[in-house]
């Protein structure tokens, strides 16, 4: 188990070194390069020189690139000229709401999901299940933005149960104080991943539904609602666990629309006016945290599995 | 036919027939089929695959045909005849608040999004596909660090990495597409290094090797074809994601340059009027891209069904 979670965790950190090497490449692709992105396109040839200079933007690429490392190791993802403030500062402010809304998202998303899916395994060629198959088909071929919108026309327009714009203010402290203006991004986030989830779940237990160990726990005497929730809930949960790893990326894509739809404070918005401003240190720095934080958080999915799923440790 | 092993007298009749398939050879009854009518005949029993097909085909009808019978104009803006209801004798469909029909905008922004949906899969899947049997047949520390470089790039989120490419390079159809293909191709790499593992250690090539076949003739005559129809369909939901993803960037206020538009642009703009409740500027779009990716994954599914069965029956 040990020099299973070192491997894997070694691999992780490559992988991390990799992520700060491509970000690295983007920095450099900027149309003329960091200074003109910072001084503008009526920089003189001169001011750019002495800006590359300052910034020791003249020296060896290799040797640029780990003073860049070190700088992002040490939390100083350089400073947004547009928001006149440190990127670290702004991300610091920013990340832990999307955290929030990405958590709340994934834990509706999970306590649908998983009943939804076991059900109709269960029910499995009966009209519930078709029923929900073709939502989740529809669900998950929907763009977030267009879920987002309709969830506004109906529930903010129509019926005025929501407020349109999420909360705002710094902090974590609004949402909680807000609770009604986060329904609608919340839902938003999850209808995605309830419909994928859904899917994953319901071929998860149909797997395990025809066993050997479900037939011998049903031939004991073990009831068939028992059976479900102790023996077959656990194996069908395994894939579930590692789909969650699997599904950051498309977790922090999908906070960056639903964050520009509600007008949600996070680091998705940040992105999005940092995109449309050509902000590119804070650009450049979202883009790393949300690598590391998936790469993270692909680490922890696989450990996760591996102490559910003893079959992975002993392979390994 | 001469008492040989049957690995030769597969080669062989693969050699002589062509893509027909020869496994038949060896069994006591029973035409052989060949590889393509088998997956055709599988695809055509899936209904929902048959229904995607055709919803596709009437999708590019409507948008790559649909303007030629049905004239509007896309370039000029007319504001006297800004945001008009549906069922005017003119407008069908109502106007955008520029006065551009509404019908025919759908027609012209599906040209975009299907244009750009196809080519960006094509180009993902070939650079991909190329990636991947690259690092599957080399191996070794070539094979991982080709396979870092998809993990790390996997690692940030396609949105992010293509909203900060297209705030580098002001995008028209062909970027849109480059960009879009090259931002896609990591799913078909790891999908085709992890099939070439798999294959190169298969009996049937094993087979070949020793009969003293080549690894060229191994690769092209056995392992492609194999792979061919994972790579196919993984194709078949890239194009699905494309357009998806061409929709978030219309969106976002990132994609194509006006006047051109494409199904997410026309979206986006019709957020603009969800108060006013100008309903025929958000939905039609809308249901147009589900309908489509929905359609895309279908025949995505039934083409898997198609694939499998093939390989099954083999």
């Not at chain 1, 519930?128 to 267009?146: E, I, K, N």
């Not at chain 2, 050699?15 to 020869?22: I, P, T, V, Y």
């Not at chain 2, 995607?52 to 009808?61: D, H, I, N, R």
């Not at chain 2, 108060?275 to 359609?295: D, M, S």
């Amino acid at each position: 188990m040990i020099r299973f979670l070192l491997r894997r965790s070694l691999q992780a950190v490559v992988v991390v070194l990799v992520v700060t090497v491509d970000v690295f490449v983007l920095l450099h692709q900027l149309p003329g390069g960091p200074a003109r992105a910072v001084l503008g396109a009526r920089a003189t040839p001169s001011q750019v020189a002495f800006f590359n200079h300052q910034n020791g933007l003249d020296r060896p690429l290799v040797a640029q690139y780990f003073t860049t490392l070190g700088h992002w190791a040490g939390g100083n993802f350089g400073f947004s000229y547009t928001l006149n403030q440190s990127v670290g500062s702004l991300m610091m402010q920013r990340l832990p709401k999307t955290l929030v809304l990405n958590l709340l998202a994934l834990l509706l998303t999970i306590v649908v999901a998983v009943p939804l899916g076991i059900y109709q395994a269960v029910r499995r060629n009966k009209a519930f299940d078709y029923l929900a198959t073709g939502v989740s088909f529809v669900l998950y071929a929907a763009p977030v933005f267009f879920l987002g919108v309709v969830m506004l026309v109906f529930f903010s327009q129509e019926l005025n149960l929501f407020p349109p714009e999420a909360p705002q203010g710094d902090g974590v402290g609004p949402i909680f104080a807000e609770p009604r203006a986060m329904v609608l991004p919340v839902v938003t986030l999850a209808f995605l991943g309830i419909a994928g989830f859904s899917r994953y779940m319901r071929s998860s237990v149909l797997d395990n539904i025809n066993q050997d160990y479900v037939r011998t726990a049903r031939a004991k005497g073990c009831s068939s609602g028992r059976v479900l929730t102790r023996h077959v809930l656990r194996n069908a949960m395994i894939p579930i666990v590692t789909l969650i790893g699997l599904s950051l990326p498309t977790l922090f894509a999908g906070a960056l629309v639903t964050e520009s739809i509600f007008n949600f404070p996070g680091m998705g918005l940040l992105f999005w006016q940092a995109a449309q401003d050509s902000d590119y240190p804070v650009e450049l720095g979202v883009v790393l945290v949300t690598a590391v934080a998936t790469v993270i958080g692909t680490l922890l999915a696989d450990i996760c599995y591996a102490v559910i799923d003893p079959r992975v440790r002993l392979g390994a | 036919m001469r008492p040989v092993t049957t690995a030769v007298a597969v080669g062989e009749n693969a050699d002589s027939e062509g893509g027909h398939d020869a496994s038949t050879v060896g069994l006591p009854s029973g035409k052989p089929k060949s590889m393509f009518r088998l997956g055709a005949e599988v695809f055509l029993q899936n209904r929902l695959a048959v229904v995607g097909l055709g919803v596709l085909g009437v999708a590019l009808l409507f948008c790559f045909v649909g303007p030629f019978v049905y004239h509007t104009n896309q370039i000029n803006t007319d504001l006297m005849a800004s945001t008009l209801r549906p069922g005017q004798p003119n407008h069908p469909l109502g106007t955008d608040q520029s006065g551009y029909d509404e019908l025919g905008r759908l027609m012209v922004g599906g040209q975009t999004s299907l244009e750009v949906g196809f080519a960006a899969a094509f180009i993902a899947t070939l650079v991909g596909t190329l990636w991947g049997a690259v690092a599957g047949f080399v191996g070794g520390a070539v094979d991982s660090l080709m396979m870092r470089v998809v993990d790390a790039l996997l690692a940030i989120p396609t949105l992010f990495l293509l909203l900060f490419l297209v705030t580098i390079v002001r995008p028209d159809i062909e970027v849109m597409i480059c960009v879009l293909g090259l931002t896609a191709w990591l799913v078909p790499a790891r999908l085709v290094r992890g099939e070439s593992l798999t294959l190169r250690v298969r009996e049937y090539v094993q087979a070949v090797r020793v009969m003293g076949g080549s690894s060229r003739r191994a690769v092209v005559r056995h392992i492609l074809p194999n792979v061919a129809g994972t790579v196919i369909v993984n194709a078949t939901f890239q194009v699905a994601d494309a357009i998806l993803l061409i929709a978030y960037l219309g969106y976002l206020g990132l994609g194509i340059s006006p006047p051109a538009t494409d199904w997410g642009a026309m979206l986006s703009n019709g957020t603009n009027y969800i108060f006013p409740n100008y309903w025929w500027l958000i939905y039609p779009p809308g249901v147009a891209i589900i309908l489509v990716v929905v359609a895309v994954n279908f025949v995505g599914d039934g083409l898997r069904d198609a694939v499998e069965v093939r390989l099954q029956r083999r």
